[in-house]
């Protein structure tokens, strides 16, 4: 069974920077893609970034410039720096999988962005 477990979420101030990271467990494959949502309060899901088996990586425009993906294959890893947090970053983040059609979830970290 696949899991993904998130970790290094928090409380950072405006302008400061914060990384997570996502270590997925239980699969026998390699993941097509990795990536990150993240949920404000009274807010939908939306999708932040994704990083591609190949290392290709897609941000959304709001984050572009500010947070970085990366991963590490050989630890089925995925970590997400964030630099030059705004308030408006503050969210549960989840980390995402995928592999053909099937789509893997992690229980999500908070991230408070706030003086």
């Known amino acids: 069974q696949v899991q993904l477990v998130e970790s290094g979420g928090g409380l950072v101030q405006p302008g400061g920077s914060l990384s997570v990271s996502c270590a997925a467990s239980?699969?026998?494959?390699?993941?097509?893609?990795m990536g990150w949502y993240r949920q404000a309060p009274g807010k939908q899901r939306e999708w932040v970034t994704t990083i591609a088996g190949s290392s290709k990586t897609n941000y959304a425009d709001s984050v572009k410039g500010r947070f970085t993906i990366s991963r590490d294959n050989a630890k089925n890893t995925v970590y997400l720096q964030m630099n030059s947090l705004k308030p408006e970053d503050t969210a549960v983040y989840y980390c995402?999988?995928?592999?053909?059609?099937?789509?893997?979830w992690g229980q999500g970290t908070l991230v408070t962005v706030s003086s």
């Open positions: 995402n999988a995928q592999f053909r059609s099937l789509s893997f």
């Open positions: 239980g699969s026998q494959f390699r993941f097509d893609s």
